[in-house]
């Protein structure tokens, strides 16, 4: 498991037990204020409070390196996900309508590996997000679950500018500000697990592909204050 703290480190950690295995420093200008691993646990992003988005290789867990970061956003990045080849990550703006997603694709490997900007995607009110094989899901202020296919990488040329990704909507029962994905026994499901407004956790299934129609799965209310972060 990986932690992130207010002096720019990001800390790989054994479990059950807890105990530190190693620290990467990848700011120390700046927090770091969220993390995320790569299924094959090889490559790790993290985002910061100054909108940069760093790269480190974890496949030697003791010698974890940063091989690569850079400013993609102009404030903090509040939410991060990576699915090689694919890097997503967010920024709180100044309005909801300033929210957007800026879109990057992860080139080379080990010491060589550098990401490189793509595009970026306007999303208004925007929560979170989360990339899964070339699925970029995420949740807005309106209630809804949005679901976008990545373009194809390998033809996809470098750039800064705002592109336009065919895009699904549908309604949740709740506003959900951050989820998790969790793979389901239908490999055309994924289970959207996420907290919400009202104070609750809930579960939906989501298909990847096809018709977006999210299906309840459970949900818990709990706590007295709500779920913003």
């Known amino acids: 498991m990986c932690s992130s703290d207010l002096r720019g480190n990001v800390t790989l950690w054994m479990a059950?037990?807890?105990?530190?295995?190693?620290?990467?420093v990848i700011a120390p200008d700046h927090e770091c204020s969220c993390v995320a691993a790569a299924d094959d646990a090889r490559i790790l992003v993290a985002g910061t409070s100054g909108g940069e988005v760093?790269?480190?290789?974890?496949?030697?867990?003791?010698?974890?390196?940063?091989?690569?970061?850079?400013?993609?956003?102009?404030?903090?990045?509040?939410?991060?996900?990576v699915s090689p080849p694919w890097l997503a990550s967010v920024a709180a703006g100044a309005s909801d309508d300033d929210a957007f997603i800026a879109?990057?694709?992860?080139?080379?490997?080990?010491?060589?590996?550098?990401?490189v900007p793509i595009g970026r995607v306007k999303v208004p009110g925007l929560l979170h997000l989360q990339v899964l094989d070339g699925v970029l899901l995420a949740t807005n202020r309106a209630g809804e679950l949005l679901r976008m296919l990545l373009p194809d990488p390998t033809a996809a040329a470098p750039s800064q500018e705002f592109l336009t990704l065919a895009t699904d909507r549908a309604s949740l029962s709740a506003t959900v500000s951050s989820f998790?994905?969790?793979?389901?026994?239908?490999?055309?499901?994924?289970?959207?697990?996420?907290?919400c407004w009202d104070r609750g956790l809930r579960c939906w299934d989501a298909p990847l592909s096809g018709a977006l129609s999210p299906t309840l799965v459970s949900e818990w209310k709990i706590g007295r204050a709500s779920c913003r972060e």
């Open 103 to 115: 879109l990057s694709c992860l080139q080379g490997a080990g010491g060589s590996t550098a990401v």
């Open 16 to 24: 059950p037990g807890l105990q530190i295995i190693s620290t990467v």
């Open 180 to 195: 998790t994905l969790h793979a389901t026994e239908e490999g055309s499901n994924v289970r959207v697990v996420g907290w």
């Open 54 to 81: 760093a790269a480190i290789d974890i496949s030697q867990l003791a010698a974890p390196r940063l091989v690569h970061r850079a400013r993609l956003h102009a404030a903090a990045v509040t939410a991060i996900s």
